[in-house]
């Protein structure tokens, strides 16, 4: 089946740790996305990707970084610069010139 | 950046009756869309609309596109519990280049009494 996965669902992170979430997709899709989410608030853009070897910063890229070298997948790791990284992190992907996003089911970050 | 404000935040409703969310934006979008969140889980896509008055369905569910493109509705008829969850808009204008994804609301939080 066709979908978007993620991993770890869980991931704990200790104080001046980078971290790194997965995400992979078999849909074909050009563009890729990274979101985060806290209670009760909305999706925040973090990153995104509209084709291999290029991506963009969104609202809240600091702390973060992500790289494209596959169509297939686009990492996004927490630095440690991040300083409030517990969060709900959802990848989605889209063909390009769509609006249309499919999400992943998510990794919840938490720290240590 | 564009902002969004949906509301109501949160809505505790009985089995069968309706209910209305909206959200509104700060600048003009050409793209709305709705989307539903179980616990736990990403969202899934409900409806998508694309021209100013535009009206759709899916089952129990319409969505509309505002006249103004500054905001959409989403109502939802004789809720039944499985309806529970967080219900987010999205939007988009493809005219911004300088940003090429979705901007999202802050979300509805529907509960439903059997």
């Known amino acids: 089946d066709g979908g978007i996965t993620q991993s770890p669902k869980y991931l704990f992170r200790k104080e001046g740790q980078n971290v790194t979430l997965s995400c992979e997709q078999n849909?074909?899709?050009?563009?890729m996305y990274w979101y985060r989410q806290d209670p009760g608030q909305g999706l925040r853009l973090i990153y995104y990707?509209?084709?291999?070897?290029?991506?963009q910063k969104g609202d809240i890229a600091e702390g973060y970084s992500v790289s494209r070298e596959k169509k297939e997948s686009f990492p996004l790791t927490v630095t440690s610069a991040q300083k409030n990284p517990t969060a709900f992190y959802l990848c989605?992907?889209?063909?390009?010139?769509?609006?249309?996003?499919?999400f992943g089911s998510g990794t919840q970050l938490s720290v240590l | 950046g564009q902002q969004l404000n949906q509301s109501p935040q949160s809505m505790f409703i009985q089995e069968g009756e309706d209910v209305s969310m909206n959200c509104t934006s700060s600048?003009?979008?050409?793209?709305w869309l709705w989307y539903k969140q179980d616990p736990g889980e990403g969202p899934v896509l409900l409806i998508a609309?694309?021209?100013?008055?535009e009206l759709t369905s899916n089952g129990r569910l319409t969505a509309q596109f505002g006249i103004t493109r500054k905001d959409s509705f989403l109502n939802i008829s004789a809720s039944i519990p499985s309806d529970v969850g967080i219900y987010f808009c999205?939007?988009?204008?493809?005219?911004?280049?300088?940003?090429?994804?979705?901007?999202f609301g802050s979300g509805t939080r529907l509960q439903v009494q059997p």
């Open positions: 989605a992907s889209s063909i390009t010139g769509t609006e249309k996003l499919f």
């Open positions: 849909l074909n899709h050009d563009a």
């Open positions: 990707s509209q084709i291999v070897n290029d991506f």
């Open positions: 600048s003009i979008f050409n793209t």
């Open positions: 609309l694309y021209k100013a008055g």
């Open positions: 999205a939007g988009q204008n493809k005219m911004d280049t300088g940003r090429r994804a979705l901007t």
